[in-house]
């Protein structure tokens, strides 16, 4: 059991934080672990064959997340700067990891993997090198695997905040954290994870507060990171993960196709899950060049987005168009 300690101090600096790195981290993981998770199987089948047709599986990335070591080189999630960080604010914060800091990351696997080998040889030796292929295989990764279901992801994330933040306020922090995991338990002015090896987590060790990070494709277990000067992490699985890819209603086709027109319609009704030119064309029976234009059009009015890695683009559904499709039911 490992217990960290908390003062008032601390508990007025503990705050929630939406970070991307963390999803970028934990989705990674399983995808290259094999399991077929149920939680997350569509996510699976529909990522795993792009990012191993774009060599993500065998890069930088998969040697800094490898699937039999618990641990991750800490600079790979930077203490966010706000509740909400975007991708491109924490990837600079990782590029600007110091060579002595990545170096200090590094020693930690070495140990568990039985030393360096590959790009991790190649990263202790330049850093700087290591660290602007790292954070190109991150980007691609991001528009393949996670930037077409941000919007889906993100409001997942973004309920699990809502609601901790009212167990807080109604019920106070001691709630919060006996309700955030069962192996995470409040007591006595501490914070007790049980699945950790006993030990004290000074705040010699770490700096005030407490950051507290929900994630989606996080497994079972509870994540944390201590860093001198900074505050604690903890990622935890966000709540309603089981829910995340469940097919969302369709109810508003009729009333929308009388303002967008039928085909444009027919293709955000068909973008439930991410797909490209082709996969459209197919699912909706338009051609091709039909496809093209009307998401186009659609993606000017922003009601899709397009997501380029190499030659693929893969087209999602906006929250807009989303809202647009499930309009609210009306009022008794």
């Given at each position: 059991?490992?217990?960290?300690?908390f003062?008032?101090d601390?508990?007025?600096r503990?705050?929630?934080?939406?970070?991307?790195m963390?999803?970028?981290?934990?989705?990674f993981?399983?995808?290259r672990?094999?399991?077929?998770?149920?939680l997350?199987?569509?996510?699976?089948?529909q990522?795993?064959?792009?990012?191993?047709?774009?060599?993500?599986?065998?890069?930088?990335?998969s040697?800094?997340f490898?699937?039999?070591?618990?641990?991750?080189?800490?600079?790979?999630?930077?203490?966010?700067?706000?509740?909400?960080?975007?991708?491109?604010?924490e990837?600079a914060?990782?590029?600007a990891?110091?060579?002595?800091?990545?170096?200090?990351?590094?020693?930690?696997?070495r140990?568990?993997?039985?030393?360096?080998?590959?790009?991790l040889?190649?990263?202790?030796t330049?850093?700087?090198h290591?660290?602007?292929?790292?954070?190109?295989?991150?980007?691609?990764?991001?528009?393949l695997?996670?930037?077409p279901?941000?919007a889906?992801?993100r409001?997942?994330?973004?309920?699990?905040?809502?609601?901790?933040?009212?167990q807080?306020?109604?019920?106070?922090?001691?709630?919060?954290?006996?309700d955030?995991?069962p192996l995470?338990?409040?007591h006595?002015?501490?914070?007790?994870?049980?699945?950790?090896?006993?030990?004290t987590?000074?705040?010699?060790?770490a700096?005030?507060?407490?950051?507290?990070?929900?994630?989606?494709?996080?497994?079972?277990?509870?994540?944390?990171?201590?860093?001198?000067?900074?505050?604690?992490?903890?990622?935890?699985?966000?709540?309603?993960?089981g829910?995340?890819?469940?097919?969302?209603?369709?109810?508003g086709?009729a009333?929308?196709?009388a303002?967008?027109?039928?085909?444009?319609?027919?293709?955000?009704?068909a973008?439930?899950?991410p797909?490209?030119t082709?996969?459209?064309?197919?699912r909706t029976?338009?051609?091709m060049?039909?496809?093209?234009?009307?998401?186009?059009?659609?993606?000017?009015?922003?009601l899709v987005?397009?997501h380029?890695?190499?030659?693929?683009?893969?087209y999602?559904?906006?929250e807009?168009?989303?809202?647009?499709?499930?309009p609210?039911?009306?009022?008794?």
């Amino acid at each position: 059991m490992a217990e960290l300690s908390f003062s008032t101090d601390d508990l007025a600096r503990m705050r929630f934080c939406v970070s991307p790195m963390w999803q970028v981290g934990t989705s990674f993981r399983l995808l290259r672990s094999g399991v077929a998770d149920p939680l997350h199987r569509p996510w699976l089948d529909q990522v795993r064959p792009r990012v191993a047709a774009a060599g993500l599986d065998r890069g930088w990335l998969s040697d800094l997340f490898p699937t039999a070591a618990r641990y991750v080189p800490d600079f790979l999630n930077p203490t966010p700067p706000g509740p909400a960080p975007t991708l491109t604010e924490e990837l600079a914060a990782v590029a600007a990891t110091t060579p002595e800091r990545v170096r200090k990351d590094l020693e930690p696997l070495r140990h568990h993997e039985g030393g360096l080998t590959g790009h991790l040889r190649a990263f202790h030796t330049d850093p700087r090198h290591g660290l602007e292929r790292l954070v190109e295989e991150i980007e691609a990764y991001w528009e393949l695997a996670l930037a077409p279901y941000w919007a889906r992801i993100r409001a997942l994330l973004d309920a699990d905040v809502r609601h901790r933040a009212w167990q807080a306020a109604e019920h106070g922090a001691e709630h919060l954290f006996n309700d955030l995991h069962p192996l995470a338990k409040w007591h006595d002015n501490a914070l007790r994870l049980l699945d950790r090896r006993p030990r004290t987590f000074t705040r010699t060790a770490a700096g005030s507060g407490l950051l507290l990070i929900p994630c989606a494709f996080k497994g079972p277990g509870l994540s944390t990171l201590l860093a001198p000067s900074e505050p604690p992490q903890l990622a935890y699985r966000a709540r309603g993960t089981g829910t995340l890819w469940e097919p969302r209603p369709v109810t508003g086709t009729a009333a929308l196709a009388a303002v967008l027109g039928r085909t444009r319609t027919l293709l955000l009704a068909a973008l439930d899950a991410p797909a490209t030119t082709t996969e459209l064309a197919a699912r909706t029976g338009a051609s091709m060049a039909g496809v093209s234009q009307n998401l186009a059009a659609l993606r000017d009015a922003g009601l899709v987005t397009a997501h380029r890695t190499g030659r693929t683009v893969l087209y999602a559904r906006t929250e807009t168009s989303q809202a647009l499709l499930t309009p609210p039911a009306p009022s008794s």
